[in-house]
């Protein structure tokens, strides 16, 4: 590996599941049948990222967690390596406290995702994706479509989704965070579920 390519990070030679996640395996293991355990990569990966979420604040994936859950499958490590690499809900680099993941396909794009990315980057000073602002509290990333499509832009935050966003909202969100409030999911713009815009209108026609 050339100087270049060399990770601007460490990775913690020892992983172990705590007692919290050793806890929550033996009902994540019985959900599958005995010899297909492998099954539970996906469920033990994201155990092993919220665990390191809990203990160092950073939601990550070190090289070692993703060894010990191919030693607990019994799966070859480099299975494991295929699957963390392929999701983009895991992330095997540290991130901020803060995990802004911003939809910029079609039906975000179509109703302003790019005013919601300019938003986060002028609110965090973060210039590229993939970055976390000065202050660690922030990481920006791109992802693909994340499903609350009727509610567009959305900006998942962590695990939460805000959506309905524009360029002050988004900064009102980040700002408020940034002060340590964690402002309620769902509609920036007090959309009930995902009514049509304007509020729901069925039964109001007098008629029924």
């Known amino acids: 590996m050339s100087a270049e390519q060399e990770p601007d990070f460490v990775q913690p030679e020892h992983f ?9 395996i033996p009902g994540i293991l019985a959900k599958y ?11 033990l990966l994201d155990l092993a990222q919220r665990q390191m979420q809990r203990t160092t ?11 010990v859950v191919a030693e ?22 540290p991130i901020g406290k803060f995990h802004l993941q911003l939809c910029t396909t079609t039906p975000c794009w179509l109703r302003g995702s790019d005013e919601v990315v300019a938003a986060c980057r ?13 202050d ?44 340590g409030e964690t402002p309620p999911p769902g509609s920036a713009i007090g959309r009930q579920g ?8 069925t039964l109001l026609d007098g008629k029924g």
């Open 16 to 24: 172990a599941f705590d007692a919290e996640s050793e806890q929550a």
């Open 33 to 43: 049948p005995p010899g297909r355990q492998a099954s539970a990569v996906l469920p």
């Open 57 to 67: 604040g950073s939601a990550w994936i070190p090289t070692a967690a993703m060894n």
């Open 72 to 93: 607990r499958l019994a799966m070859p490590p480099v299975r494991v390596y295929e699957v963390a690499t392929f999701y983009l809900m895991f992330n095997l680099r």
């Open 122 to 134: 002028k609110a965090t000073g973060i210039a590229g994706w993939h970055e976390t602002s000065a």
């Open 136 to 179: 660690g509290l922030f990481t920006m990333t791109e992802v693909e479509c994340l499903g609350g499509c009727v509610n567009a832009p959305i900006l998942q935050v962590n695990d939460d989704f805000y959506e309905d966003m524009d360029g002050p909202a988004t900064e009102r969100l980040i700002e408020a965070l940034r002060r």
């Open 194 to 201: 995902s009514a049509p815009l304007g509020g729901p209108l």
